[in-house]
């Protein structure tokens, strides 16, 4: 499991959550800190995402983290 990393200036906690039997969504939590204030986002994998492991569902909702910074610089 990813901890916690740093991207472009921004933190990426990834949390992929079990749904059940042994699927998984992909989740992330994105944050910046920006003139003494902290801003959130949260990415979820879409319906067809669902992993069949953490590992896997991790990996995507990294993807999608690293994807979604790069859009919103």
């Given amino acids: 499991?990813?901890?916690?990393?740093?991207?472009?200036?921004?933190?990426?906690?990834?949390?992929?959550?079990?749904?059940?039997?042994?699927?998984?969504?992909?989740l992330a939590v994105i944050w910046k800190s920006v003139d003494k204030q902290e801003l959130f986002n949260t990415v979820s994998g879409e319906p067809v995402e669902i992993c069949k492991s953490g590992k896997e569902a991790d990996s995507v909702a990294l993807r999608k983290a690293k994807r979604w910074i790069d859009q919103h610089r």
């Fill in 1 to 26: 499991m990813i901890e916690c990393l740093s991207y472009s200036g921004h933190n990426i906690k990834v949390c992929s959550q079990s749904i059940a039997d042994a699927r998984w969504l992909p």
